[in-house]
């Protein structure tokens, strides 16, 4: 009788250079994992089975849990910083710019969702923004996008506070899309993207109530 003997353990921890890039493999069985079961089910012997890895695999670029959410999150800013340069190079209007950044953050976040908590996660108890969020990052999009629209005539303050009341609208609609009140307004616009276009196009509508007010 032919005995079929156990894999061993030099196999097994010879498995993860099959990868070619262990560390790419580890990140995107995390994003699987937490996309599919959820933050709570996340953990390196977790990342490691996803990734066809020994368990002490993940230890040889993460030291916990914590660093390979960071590698997450790191990775999910970059690529909310290509969706938006995508949408903002798709019209030379700056005011149609900041309609198209608004809906591809809000694609973003309801595209990935789990993404996109950890990347918020991640970043809430820092002292600093995210670097992926400055020099040149998702946030200069907005920001620069919002100074070309005003001509130069901003202030440095005015832009910033701007630059955050535009985030904050793109964050608080994504938080808000999948609410069942919204279905009548997106079936009478047209779908979904109809109406978050539409609702980013009437963000000034009340500084324009109040400016036109003669009183």
């Known amino acids: 009788m032919v005995r079929v003997r156990p894999m061993s353990t030099a196999t097994a921890e010879s498995r993860p250079y099959h990868h070619g890039d262990l560390s790419r493999a580890l990140i995107d069985a995390a994003r699987k994992i937490l996309e599919t079961e959820g933050p709570a089910a996340l953990s390196l012997r977790a ?41 903002r190079g798709e019209t030379d209007n700056a005011r149609d710019q900041m309609t198209n950044l608004g809906v591809a953050y809000v694609c973003f976040a309801r595209d990935n969702p789990a993404l996109y908590r950890v990347m918020y996660d991640r970043s809430r108890d820092k002292d600093a923004l995210p670097d992926q969020l400055k020099d040149d990052g998702a946030y200069c999009q907005v920001r620069d996008t919002i100074a070309e629209n005003s001509g130069g005539r901003a202030t440095e303050i005015d832009l910033e506070l701007a630059t955050i009341a535009a985030w904050c609208a793109g964050h608080g609609l994504a938080e808000m899309i999948s609410f069942k009140q919204f279905a009548p307004l997106k079936d009478l616009l047209g779908g979904e993207e109809a109406f978050l276009r539409a609702v980013f196009e009437h963000l000034g509508m009340f500084a324009k109530v109040i400016d036109q007010d003669p009183a």
């Open 47 to 87: 990342v490691a089975r996803e990734a066809g890895v020994s368990p002490a695999a993940p230890y040889h670029h993460f030291k916990d849990k914590a660093e390979l959410l960071e590698a997450v999150a790191h990775e999910g800013w970059h690529e909310l910083d290509a969706a938006l340069s995508k949408a």
